[in-house]
Structure formats: C-alpha cells, structure tokens
C-alpha cells in the first residue's frame, strides 16, 4: 500500500476565497484522484490528476472552479476556488497503481465555509 | 442503472451474528471488486479485494463475486462492535481510470 499525506486535515474558510489542498505520497504512482464527499454521501469523482498535462474533470466539475496540478508522479493539489457553503465536504486523495485497481486513500481535508 | 449499487440500509446486526452486505453492478463494471470501510470522520480503508467468481476469505472478512448475476457481497462473521462503520463497494470498468462507488451502507454491531 502507498502512504498518503493530505494536508490541510481541516479548514474553515471564508465564502469567495480560496483553498489549495496538498497531497504527497511516498512512492511513484500511475493514478492520482481527487474526490468529493459530502455529509452522509458517497464519493463523487472530481478529477484525475494526468502527471504533466490538465486535469480530466469529471462532468459538474471545471477547472476553473478546482485548478488541479501534478507535476511529478508523488504530488498534486487541488484548488477549491471562489468557494460558497455549498463547497463545504470532505475532499480526499486516492492513488492507484495502476488502473481498475484498488485505490488508497489520503486523511481527507474537511473543508467547512462560512 | 448506476454502475454500483448497495443496498443503503441502515444495517443492524448483534454482536457475534453474520453482517451480510451485498452489491449489484451493471455490464459496465467487470474488471475488479472492491470493499472498503469507512469509520465516522475518516477516509475509506481497503478491507478486500476480488477479481474471479467464488469466494475470498481474510480472517473475518469474505467476499463473495458473482458474475453471471452481477452481484458482489462482503460477510463478516463474529460481529464486533468495531466492525460498526460505513461500507463501499466498488468496481473497475475497462476504458475508465477509477473506481465507481456504491452509496456505502451504514452497519452497527450492536453489543
């Protein structure tokens, strides 16, 4: 298994700002993801973190609104930009090895915004 | 269809009896089956994986795939009250990077 270190573990923010979450792992890895929980839900698929190159953004999400960068095959972050209440949720880091296979999991950022 | 469904439950079961959770999944999803745990406030764990029909056992754990009926379970024996979390089921598709997700079905073990 890969060890995940997400960071911030948690934030509150204020509306209209911006939030970069950091997600570092300790070995080379293919896939790098970026998901969304939020209270009481399951995940929902933000994007993939493609190593050099943008981002494939799953439908309902933009870039412009989640700015994400990996610029090698351990890191990446993701941005929460302009943020409203409505982005408060958990956001978590996943990798694989490859892909269709198991994922592991970052601590997740809890992201609350007044 | 969603690619990965679970039964959402609440699922209730007493300390030392069998927790049955179960998983359909459509054409989409054939690659490789996963179950994770989710305690309150933290991130999914990996608990099993399977990737052929039959049976797969890990200490308390066994999961179970069938793929004629598109349905992956997860039976845990001896029920323990730390066994009380959230649980994921998940699948791989060809042609997709990730995983898709079930809702998770919410289990207590009660003591």
Known sequence: S????????????QRGT???????????????????????????????????????????FVIDKFPISRPNLTFSTLTVSNMSPEDSSIYLCSVSK??????????????SVL | QKEVEQNSGPLSVPEGAIASLNCTYSDRVSQSFFWY??????????????????????GRFTAQL???????????????????????????????????FGTGTRLTVIP
Not at chain 1, 2 to 13: E, L, Y
């Open chain 2, 66 to 100: 069938n793929k004629a009926s598109q349905y992956v379970s997860l039976l845990i024996r001896d029920s323990q009250p730390s066994d009380s979390a959230t649980y994921l089921c998940a699948g791989g598709a060809a042609g997709a990077n990730n995983l898709f």
């Open chain 2, 37 to 58: 745990r989710q305690y309150s406030g933290k991130s999914p764990e990996l608990i099993m994986s399977i990737y052929s029909n039959g049976d797969k056992e890990d």
């Open chain 1, 2 to 13: 890969a060890v995940i270190s997400q960071k911030p573990s948690r934030d509150i923010c």
């Open chain 1, 18 to 60: 911006s939030l970069t979450i950091q997600c570092q792992v300790d070995s080379q890895v293919t896939m790098m993801f970026w998901y969304r929980q939020q209270p009481g839900q399951s995940l929902t698929l933000i994007a993939t973190a493609n190593q050099g190159s943008e981002a494939t953004y799953e439908s309902g």
């Open chain 1, 98 to 111: 490859t892909t269709n296979e198991k994922l592991f999991f970052g601590s997740g950022t809890q992201l």
